[in-house]
């Protein structure tokens, strides 16, 4: 296994393992309306939603970045 092979793995994982643990945070956050609690509702949407965008990277689905014309 190359390098960059357990980098994907390890990202992977770890994105898994953040993943759940946001949406249980979420969970956990829905019945409350306070304010702070809302700021917390996106912050572990956004967490969520990051570790589906590590996941689409490390299968390759997001388009690879590149500049110069």
Not at 21 to 43: I, S
């Amino acid at each position: 296994m190359d390098l960059a092979t357990i980098e994907k793995v390890v990202a992977f994982v770890g994105a898994l393992i953040v993943f759940a643990f946001a949406l249980v945070g979420l969970r956990g956050e829905w019945p409350k309306n306070g304010l702070d609690d809302n700021v917390t509702k996106v912050l572990l949407g956004l967490m969520a939603f990051g570790c589906v965008l590590v996941v689409l990277a490390c299968f390759g689905v997001l388009p690879h970045g590149g500049g110069g014309a």
